[in-house]
């Protein structure tokens, strides 16, 4: 009996520590984008080396500094004052709030995806790395599941699909989960390489790539909008934009900025978009699922 005990012992901790292996990388990458941020944030005497472009009244007037940790799944609105003070007035009363409803009478009248999905308090799972499919995202697994009870697919960027998610995610916000991303095989590890080589890489005829905007540019103005850090970014999806008057999912987000790089957008569902957002999610590890949320 000892003996069985013992072996079972040793195959979970091999287990651990495999696992461990194959997101050692991944976890460092997070932790030193998070001390980026942190430092890039933390004190107006670091404005010179981070902001060498902004106007000094600007970052004295409307910087809020100090900022840390979960504070980043707020967006731009964690250090942009006058951008927060709106945010807050408009949460009051969320656009949102009919489409979560909407969501968990989808949940509620489809057998399929209660099926599929018995604890709807699931968005900080997604997306995952699933042997013999790849990257499998939040909207890909409803689809699937669709799909497989014989049902007609739904469009990725919004609609049916970004309610059932707005519900989602509120389920989640409520329970406290928080974004729990593995990576838990090779196969998995060189999935995540990959959409970070994407995050990383200039593309379009603008020769820009996603860190140019939401790494070095994180905190540079944009017209009259910040622009967002990745880390927390993926946090509070699906989003209510003003600009869109909807809710849309992060596959929606990531097509228009793909566009906005000067480059053929990806389609939704794609291997190269579902691998990017795999590492985006990564990045949000442990932090608070936030969704859904308004965004300008």
């Avoid at 981070?50 to 979960?70: M, Q, T």
Wanted: net charge positive.
């Amino acid at each position: 009996m000892k003996k069985k005990i013992v072996a079972s012992l040793l195959v979970g901790s091999f287990a651990l520590l495999s696992a461990n292996e194959f997101s050692a990388q991944a976890d460092k990458d997070r932790k030193a984008l998070q001390e980026y941020f942190e430092k890039k944030f933390a004190d107006r005497k670091n404005a010179s080396m981070y902001f060498p472009y902004s106007p000094k009244e600007e970052l004295d007037k409307n910087f809020k500094w100090g900022i840390k940790g979960d504070e980043f799944r707020l967006g731009s609105y964690a250090f942009n004052k006058s951008g927060r003070e709106q945010y807050e007035e408009i949460i009051d009363m969320p656009p949102y709030e009919d489409a979560i409803d909407e969501g968990k009478e989808i949940y509620d009248n489809s057998k399929a995806i209660k099926k599929c999905f018995p604890d709807p308090a699931i968005a900080g799972d997604y997306p995952k790395f699933i042997k013999g499919k790849g990257v499998v995202t939040l909207t890909g697994a409803i689809n699937n599941c669709l799909k497989d009870n014989g049902e007609k697919t739904w469009k990725q960027t919004k609609g049916k699909m970004a309610k059932l998610e707005a519900y989602f995610a509120a389920t989640s916000k409520e329970k406290g989960k928080k974004v729990n991303i593995v990576i838990d095989s090779k196969e998995a590890a060189e999935a995540y390489n990959r959409g970070k080589k994407e995050y990383y890489s200039q593309r379009g005829y603008l020769k820009l790539s996603c860190a140019s905007c939401h790494v070095q540019g994180a905190g540079q103005r944009v017209r009259n909008e910040y622009m967002s850090p990745l880390f927390g970014q993926t946090t509070h999806f699906p989003v209510y934009r003003l600009k869109w008057e909807g809710l849309g999912t992060l596959e929606r987000r990531l097509k228009g900025c793909n566009k906005d790089q000067g480059e053929n957008p990806h389609k939704p569902g794609s291997k190269w978009m579902n691998e990017l957002a795999y590492f985006m999610a990564y990045m949000s590890n442990g932090m608070p699922v936030d969704g859904p949320d308004v965004r300008k």
